[in-house]
């Protein structure tokens, strides 16, 4: 058996920093929420590793929608614009959100893009975080639907090793199921995974490749009931 080591109550030195920081990014996520529902605007925040699969099913969830909606993606990454750009080639408004060294979104900056935005000519924003399975989740943005994506090519212990975001999440996608069998990572495992975390969540089976699922996504974030064009 492995030897644990973990912090008794009191030794996070940091603790008076990060409530602070956490009670000033709550205060931020509320003033966008109220933005966006003067708007009526829907705004979800999608989550993941790198290499989940967010940008492709927000890709699919665009191709899906824009006929019916107005749709801008605010696409979160440390750097580059390599995922916005994907976005982009399907004729939706796309913000880029550059985070420097930071691994996650906060409100402060989604406060920032919404500025810069025409938010009267908008029914939804898909907002995606930054590639991470541990940040992400402590910082809320203002969201109505906060969803996880993981794949099984991640393996079987995603979620038992990451529960934390899991316990934050309305919808959580285990994608490329297609190739469950070729990485031995059975689907029921993962939902049963998360369904003990979070037995409120709406777990939804996808394959980006295929474009399984995709629909059940959108009956699990409650699309239908937008404003229309």
Same mark, same amino acid.
């Given at each position: ?33 109220? !933005? ?9 925040? =999608? ?22 909606? #107005? ?7 440390? *750097?580059? *614009?390599?995922?916005?750009? #994907?976005?982009? #080639? ?12 930071? @691994?996650?979104? +906060? ?25 991470? !399975? ?11 639907? #906060?969803? /996880? ?29 297609? !190739?469950? %069998? ?10 049963? +995974? ?9 777990? /939804?089976?996808?394959? @980006?490749?295929?474009? *399984? ?8 974030? %409650? =699309?239908?009931?937008?404003?229309? %064009?």
């Amino acid at each position: 058996m492995a030897k644990l080591v973990k912090h008794d109550e009191g030794e996070v030195f940091d603790i008076e920093l990060e409530e602070n920081i956490l009670k000033a990014n709550e205060d931020a996520a509320a003033k966008n929420r109220e !933005l966006l529902r003067k708007h009526g605007i829907k705004a979800i925040d =999608i989550m993941g590793s790198i290499g989940s699969g967010k940008t492709s099913l927000i890709e699919l969830l665009v191709q899906k929608l824009k006929g019916k909606y #107005r749709i801008a993606v605010f696409n979160g990454d440390l *750097t580059t *614009t390599i995922d916005a750009d #994907r976005v982009a #080639r399907h004729g939706v408004e796309v913000v880029q959100i550059n985070t420097g060294k930071e @691994c996650h979104l +906060d409100a402060n900056l989604i406060a920032k893009a919404l500025d810069g935005t025409n938010l009267d000519k908008l029914d939804l924003i898909i907002i995606e975080n930054v590639g991470n !399975l541990i940040c992400p989740g402590e910082f809320r943005l203002g969201a109505d639907e #906060r969803l /996880v994506v993981i794949s099984v090519t991640e393996g079987p212990y995603m979620v038992l090793k990451h529960p934390f975001i899991f316990m934050e999440a309305d919808v959580v996608v285990i994608n490329k199921i297609d !190739l469950s %069998q070729a990485m031995g990572v059975e689907f029921e495992k993962l939902r049963n +995974d998360v369904n003990k975390v979070n037995a409120k969540a709406k777990v /939804v089976g996808t394959s @980006c490749r295929t474009g *399984t699922g995709i629909s059940e996504v959108v009956e699990a974030l %409650q =699309i239908d009931n937008l404003r229309r %064009q």
